[in-house]
């Protein structure tokens, strides 16, 4: 079973980037879908990006500004996000699951991280 840790979060203005970065442990990992998802105090949690293999999704709201990307040798899945938005501002996850689908629902992922923090001051 894949676990996974999110780092790379931090506060930061509008406008402005940063990279969070998802490290899994695991012999699979480099076959597994690796998603991004966000969740806002009050919210409920969101698809933000996700990649299966080499193939790549993104949420409407983040086409354009963020890229998701995969180095398979060190078992991380990035997430590169430019242009942020104080409507960014949000606790971001990283979740896993073994098969390629359309279906982005968080409930189709498991083994949660912690999470990272992203804040964007306006």
């Known amino acids: 079973q894949v676990q996974l840790v999110e780092s790379g979060g931090g506060l930061v203005q509008g406008g402005g980037s940063l990279r969070l970065s998802c490290v899994g442990a695991?012999?699979?990992?480099?076959?597994?879908?690796i998603g991004w998802f966000r969740q806002a105090p009050g919210k409920e949690r969101e698809f933000v990006a996700a990649?299966?293999?080499?193939?790549?999704t993104y949420a409407d709201s983040v086409k354009g500004r963020f890229t998701i990307s995969r180095d398979n040798a060190k078992n991380t899945v990035y997430l590169q996000m430019n242009s942020l938005k104080p409507s960014d501002t949000a606790v971001y996850y990283c979740?896993?699951?073994?098969?390629?689908?359309?279906?982005?629902?968080?409930?189709?992922?498991?083994?949660w991280g912690q999470g990272t923090q992203v804040t964007v001051s306006s």
């Open positions: 990649i299966c293999w080499s193939s790549t």
């Open positions: 979740g896993v699951r073994t098969y390629c689908s359309g279906n982005y629902a968080p409930n189709t992922f498991g083994s």
């Open positions: 695991g012999r699979t990992f480099s076959r597994n879908t």
